[in-house]
């Protein structure tokens, strides 16, 4: 079982987001690679294979927006893609006036949701984005505190050295027992070439000086004396200036609590240690602006020969250092030694959903490159399916083209000439992860985060990504709700800012998506979600902007199929192409039959656990955590506009860390949450009531798994109570020894009578 999120937030620990997730599944549903098809035929309906094309005709429910690409002209001319507001294009001539949504944007958009849907593989997560502690975390409720305390509390200084690709640390000559000294600002007054920090121009510095402790009458303290002179006083060193951690008031009362430290010269009487590799990697593969700016290097940072350096001494019989960085109060990644790596948002996907050689639907439908090594790619083949490393898709989709001419007003603002600047949206931070990761406990100083235990094959560790990313649809969106109006804002943050052409709602666009050899399950997929599109109730999501609520969009369609022996029996029809398309009478019935198809192998084929509490699922809109997407994709009666909004730093709703609630509890609906597993820091809550068991036997068949629980032992025999209070007594010969009366258990139904209901159920493992 998979750690499941919080069902039920108190009101004093909810955030607030534009955004929520459709969580993870407990496994994925396989796909066997002998049961593809073979791309060099074409199969009859018969064999459940179909091709033909799907007709859709897209509107805008709310502003959309796809930036264009650059031009060789431009791209050669040095442009930014920020720069270029026009809404994307594909003919140089209808650049003013004729918008075009990309096939890739589509395809994006649909793998997305089939994805979900299917139960398919989560592989859109880098592993090379690696998280750091952002905060030393002071405050002892902060879950964060303890972590950080722990690996910092050994720092030490020393210079670094190169051989030739590898890095070693050579330590610093102990002073006053240790290898680096703080000191006040206010006591470098004989350094002149100093940048203090109030200043404009304040940046990170390294200054040769030497050093030596004199003592004051008044006030009765040491002090250290510093000069840029080395013969001045007895020891040398390097002071090393960084960003201000304790105050950041420009008063001259506050200048003097300001710390600085210096490094004293390198110890030659101790060996150097080898810096890891890996920890190289992690370090030039997440600097930040302040690493890059002088007299760091840009793609190196700190990393020069030389320099001073500050690193926590390895530990517990290992002998290189991992942990590093130009202050001593460095950034520190999460769990830098699991595996000798940094963690990564990829590292908290269970194994058995992420990256892997199982196949799932959006690969048998989508296509796939397993690895970008050419020596690698085969093709399929029906007798070595392991050896499979790339597979072409078999689903294509067009442009969508605009239908209105060029005369009709389609844009927001009303001229193609007037772009708007829309407010700031930033990149995900998964680094919040309050938000995104899983918790099971809303008190802060038991948030789990990126250093808490991973998923690993045999452990579902403490905590795991809360799943697909989607965000609320918004009523009535329009320009002022887009559009940044402080002029102030754009003038002082304007390389922040961009400008865009959207279009406005109503805006119509037709393509074709393709479709060749599918079978009836896939092509139920498809057919599923774009029902979903079609119903009043729901949009999908497209484009720029979704946090302000743009790229509503709503998809009507009509299934043709190809029947391809008529297709190629001859070159015309009439005065048109022979296209195959031509008796279309059983379509409708077909389609609903490949829906049909695609749901029971959904739901047949879930983890237990998947399933809602009570019950095994026939339709797909039963699961919980496709009735978790459904309510994202509501756009007739979304959540209030407070409840989806970004939280702001200038009101401190950060501060305490609030935990994200699942889409049930911001719909305002947590009694539908009904997950087949509660958390066990959700047991006390109210749980959710059951469904009428009379509406449920219709759903019983054989091998149905079932919640139950021990009511009595006697012998062998035991009499398991299912929820809906009917009690069924069985031997169980093996089982009846390890079983416990009120001992919660699973029961598989083994036999029916002939009015559906159960007779018979046995243990299930």
Known sequence: MLPRHLN????????????????????????????????????????????????????????LYIRCGLTKEEFACGAESKDLPNFFYTGIADKPRKPVIPGSSLRGMLRNLIEIISFSKIEAVSDQQHFFFRAVAA????????????????????????????????????????????????????????????????????????????FLKSPRRFTKQVSANKNLYPNLGVIVTSGNMLESSDSSENLYRRNHCIVPEINNDVDNIKINDDAIQHYRSALTDFQKQEPFDQDFGVLEAGRPIF????????????????????????????????????????????????????????????????????NYDAENSEKLKALAGRIFIENGICEQTVNDDIWLTGDVENPITPKILSNPKPTTFQHYLVQTSSEKIQLKHYASKAPQETNPGETIIRGHKLYWHKPNVKQEDIEEADTDKIKKANSQYTQIKPIKPGVIFKFNIHFENLSNIELGAILWILKIAADPKYCLSLGMGKPLGMGAVKIEHQV????????????????????????????????????????????????????????????????????????????DKPPSANDTRYMTIDTKEYVNRPVLPTPFQVMGVPEQDKRRVRNITNRDLPKPKKENPAKLSQKFVEGQILDAKVSNIKGVEVTYQLLDGTKKTTKEHKKAAFLEEGQDVKVRITALKDDGSIKNVKYHE
Not at 41 to 59: A, Q
Not at 169 to 188: M, N, Y
Request: glycine share 4%; with cysteine.
């Open 311 to 378: 690193y926590c001494e390895p530990q517990n019989g290992q002998t290189e250092v991992t942990l590093f960085g130009h202050c001593p109060n460095f950034r520190i990644p999460y769990s830098p030694l699991r595996d000798g790596k940094a963690a990564s948002a990829f590292d908290f996907i269970p194994q058995s959903i992420r990256k892997s050689e199982k196949f799932d639907l959006a690969d048998s439908i989508f296509g796939f490159i397993r690895h970008q090594d050419k020596d690698l790619q085969e």
């Open 560 to 635: 043709l199929l190809n029947t391809r022996s008529e297709r190629y029996s001859g070159l015309f029809n009439g005065n048109q192409w022979l296209t195959g398309e031509t008796n279309q009478s059983n379509t409708a019935s077909k389609s609903e039959a490949c829906i049909n198809a695609f749901e029971k192998y959904i739901t047949d084929n879930i983890h237990p656990d998947d399933h809602p509490e009570g019950y095994n699922a026939v339709k797909l809109c039963e699961i919980p955590r496709i009735q978790m997407l459904l309510l994202m994709l509501r756009c």
């Open 139 to 214: 405050k002892k409720d902060d879950p964060l505190g303890n972590e950080y305390r722990k690996l910092v509390k050994n720092v030490k200084a020393g210079y670094l050295v190169r051989k030739g690709s590898n890095w070693y640390v050579q330590p610093a000559k102990t002073i006053d027992k240790s290898s680096f000294i703080w000191v006040k600002e206010r006591d470098l007054s004989k350094i002149q070439t100093l940048i203090k920090m109030n200043q404009r121009e304040y940046r990170p510095q390294y200054i040769n000086v030497s050093f030596g402790d004199t």
């Open 8 to 63: 039920n937030v108190p009101e004093n620990r909810k955030a607030k987001a534009p955004y929520n997730f459709v969580e993870l599944p407990n496994d994925i549903v396989k796909v066997e690679p002998k049961s593809l098809p073979q791309h060099n035929v074409y199969y009859p309906e018969s064999e459940n294979r179909y091709t033909g094309r799907i007709k859709c005709t897209l509107t805008t429910e709310s502003p």
